[in-house]
């Protein structure tokens, strides 16, 4: 199975940009969907991006549409995301996650469907 390392994490101030990234180990990353999730102190993870393995579908919470982005480059295999107009809500540690079904073109946002997850990244934004 693939593994996972975010980096990119940091301290920013809001309305301020910061790009997060995930590398993958294994040879079956370009044919997994990949979601980036996030948790707060005290909060549930929680769903903030994904995009299947062609970048055919892709998918935002509400509370980040529009600001960040997600995307991939399978030749890399990473996953990234663009974080834009970040707001002290968005602090919080990143996490990266492998949905090990291949080819799938369904965009899940529940955090029991993914399979393989990094260690984290912490983002902190101030106000």
């Known amino acids: 199975q693939v593994q996972l390392v975010e980096s990119g994490g940091g301290l920013v101030q809001a309305g301020g940009s910061l790009r997060v990234s995930c590398a993958a180990s294994?040879?079956?990353?370009?044919?997994?969907?990949m979601g980036w999730f996030r948790q707060a102190p005290g909060k549930e993870r929680e769903f903030v991006a994904a995009?299947?393995?062609?970048?055919?579908?892709?998918a935002y919470a509400d509370s980040v549409k529009g600001r960040f982005t997600i995307s991939r480059d399978n030749a890399k295999n990473t996953v990234y995301l663009q974080m834009n107009s970040l707001k002290p809500e968005d602090t919080a540690v990143y996490y990266c996650?492998?949905?090990?079904?291949?080819?799938?073109?369904?965009?899940?946002?529940?955090?029991?469907?993914?399979?393989?997850w990094g260690q984290g990244t912490q983002v902190t934004v101030s106000s």
């Open positions: 996650a492998a949905d090990q079904v291949p080819f799938r073109r369904q965009i899940k946002t529940v955090p029991g469907d993914y399979d393989v």
């Open positions: 294994g040879r079956t990353f370009s044919t997994y969907p």
């Open positions: 995009i299947t393995w062609n970048s055919g579908n892709i």
